[in-house]
């Protein structure tokens, strides 16, 4: 991040990281979710060295409204989310569009996740772009994503509107090489403070304004330089695409060796530059539409064609030849190719099958020795005692792999969701519904969005057991401080959890060790079968994140097998129920076997056996 004038070797995310840097960020208001963790994470490094306020905000929503008030005081400052996070700051995104966000210069980053590879779904957050009337960049390659950043924040400074910068999940972690430009040294100056910075009584007018703006960006784009393409003159076939689907489009146009296949990639999607593209629309036959996720640009270039005296033929996810889930990869984009062109291509088909073959079914488990296993051990547990009538409602984080462990998690939506479903649940008595109910949620979801499901479940009185796994950090993204993480900064004060829920009155409160899983197991039994509203705070553990504090640390309870005790295949529970990666079962001798070297030696093994098979080691 320091070097200048050079070729350096980054990621998507470093490299925008970059272009916010010379593009003189001030000011950086993050709320982490993989693929987008990376920016803020390393503006964080940045921020001594070049007199960046960065944070961690407690959520999206907050950290776009901490960003937009940087940027009113003439301050430029990014916003860097993933894709759900923009849903939790749409709201405020849908009435800044309005009031502007000043002279400073305010970015919007998200980072979408096709496939779902960190996410519980794989949305297209471009839609918020055309829902706001805001300027869309989609960057192809790393350099674009630097360079991209940097035109965004001219683009946002000279019409005063917040710019949304699109990643996906392969350009925010893959890396190539970055020509870098220089840092500027920036002025520490507060400009005029934008007035009636609201919409009422006439938020007709500035829609109107707005509209003003955006044809006015539209013909910005017209002459964009990041708009390029390849052989469109001569060719019978003309690929449009987008974002990082457009280095797939090489690949696959340079194996087929074609003179006839043209390239046209588009990086500013929204508003498009509708000259630009008309003209090679005229000059073809037929179209292939490339990009991830929805026929965003797809849909938005035919509706353009009805203009055209002739209609070059689509072809793209509309009809088929590009599936409409899942990432983009040269295959794909190749295979679409070779069926426009009527060829074959029998040598990938192969390559695909035999891969397919060898590819090992790895299921997503909790780490070793980690306590969210013994809260779902135990909610097993007391499933099984209540004779199955009992539903979990959960949130995103590491405890959402409750769904992979028995399917002991029943549903999981959204951050903060857990707690509003089961209030609903809660209210369901007078229906007949006569399940338990449990609410899950970790420390820092807790304070992302729960607060507001907690207060209306208290003031609805709803039936319902709400526990929070508080392991003190943002474990799923890389340990990210929050609000109650156990670790803060001088300048940042700790929030209690345990002070706001006893504010809140729940009817029960008590706290837990989620290391210990049978007093967890008693605890929950019990909580679940009181009335009204309770909340159990649970002490857990991320083994990782203690490891990262004390190299080299290991628990104190080593364990082992008592070969003796062990009833071998007519159990099993140890290796195959409970799921620890560190417990396996050996095949030739028909024994469970403790792996030494991924056991973390908490000890939570040994209340699991029904034998007591499983014992202290020395």
């Avoid at 963790?37 to 490094?45: D, H, W």
């Avoid at 400073?104 to 779904?121: A, M, R, T």
């Avoid at 007093?519 to 994140?545: F, I, P, W």
């Amino acid at each position: 991040m320091d070097e200048s004038k050079r070729d350096t070797i980054m990621s998507g995310n470093e490299a925008i990281v970059r272009g916010a840097l010379e593009a003189g960020i001030g000011f950086c208001a993050s709320y982490p979710g993989t693929p987008s963790t990376e920016i803020a994470a390393n503006l964080f490094k940045a921020a001594e060295e070049h007199d960046i306020y960065v944070e961690w905000s407690t959520n999206e929503k907050v950290a776009m409204e901490a960003a937009a008030a940087a940027s009113w005081a003439g301050i430029p400052a990014l916003c860097s989310m993933k894709s759900l996070g923009l849903n939790v700051a749409s709201d405020f995104l849908l009435n800044l569009n309005l009031s502007g966000s000043g002279k400073g210069g305010l970015v919007i980053v998200v980072c979408d996740d096709p496939k779902g590879h960190s996410s519980s779904n794989e949305q297209d957050s471009r839609f918020y772009a055309k829902a706001a009337q805001i300027p869309l960049l989609e960057p192809s390659t790393y350099q674009e994503a630097k360079d991209v950043t940097i035109e965004a924040f001219k683009l946002s400074q000279k019409y005063e509107v917040p710019v949304l910068v699109r990643s996906t999940t392969r350009l925010s972690h893959s890396r190539g090489l970055v020509r870098n430009g220089n840092i500027p040294t920036k002025e520490k100056k507060i400009l005029a403070f934008p007035d009636r910075l609201y919409n009422v009584p006439s938020p007709h007018l500035r829609h109107r304004d707005l509209l003003e703006k955006m044809e006015k960006v539209e013909k910005d784009f017209e002459g964009s330089q990041f708009n390029v393409g390849d052989n469109v003159k001569d060719a019978s076939i003309l690929v449009i695409s987008s974002g990082i689907s457009s280095l797939y489009t090489q690949e696959a146009v340079q194996y087929l060796e074609s003179d006839k296949i043209g390239h046209m990639n588009v990086v500013t999607t929204h508003p498009l530059p509708k000259k630009a593209i008309t003209n090679r629309l005229e000059r073809v036959d037929r179209i292939l539409f490339v990009e991830e996720n929805d026929p965003f640009m797809e849909d938005e270039i035919r509706s353009l064609s009805v203009e055209l005296k002739e209609v070059p033929q689509f072809f793209g996810k509309r009809t088929g030849h590009i599936p409409r889930y899942g990432e983009m990869n040269t295959d794909v984009v190749l295979k679409a190719l070779l069926k426009l062109t009527g060829q074959e291509d029998t040598e990938s088909a192969k390559e695909e099958s035999t891969s397919s073959n060898i590819v090992v079914d790895r299921p997503l488990t909790f780490c070793a020795g980690c306590t969210h296993r013994n809260f779902y051990w135990a909610i097993r547990t007391v499933k099984k005692r209540l004779g199955g009538k009992l539903v979990v409602a959960g949130d995103i984080g590491c405890y959402s792999l409750g769904v992979f462990y028995d399917e002991a998690m029943d549903t999981m939506q959204a951050m903060g969701s857990g707690i509003g479903a089961g209030t609903g649940l809660g209210q369901l008595q007078r229906f007949g519904f006569d399940s338990k109910v449990v609410s899950v949620a970790g420390d820092s979801t807790f304070f992302h969005a729960c607060l507001p499901g907690l207060i209306n479940a208290k003031h609805k009185n709803a039936d319902l057991t709400f526990v929070i796994l508080d392991n003190a950090t943002t474990a799923m993204t890389g340990y990210q401080v929050h609000p109650g993480s156990s670790s803060q900064e001088e300048n940042l004060t700790r929030v209690q959890i345990e002070k706001l829920v006893n504010a809140i009155e729940p009817d029960f409160f008590s706290a837990g060790d989620a290391t210990d899983i049978k007093s967890l197991t008693e605890l929950l039994h019990s909580a679940v079968q009181k009335d009204g509203l309770k909340v159990l705070l649970l002490d857990s553990v991320c083994r990782l994140e203690e490891v990262k504090r004390k190299p080299g640390f290991v628990g104190a309870t080593p364990v082992e097998i008592d070969k003796d005790l062990c009833k071998r295949e007519k159990c099993k529970i140890c290796a195959v129920d409970f799921g620890c990666p560190a417990l396996i079962w050996d095949a030739e001798t028909n024994y469970p076997v403790v792996l030494d070297h991924a056991c973390v030696q908490c000890g939570a093994c040994i209340a699991v056996c029904p034998h007591n098979a499983i014992v202290e080691g020395k």
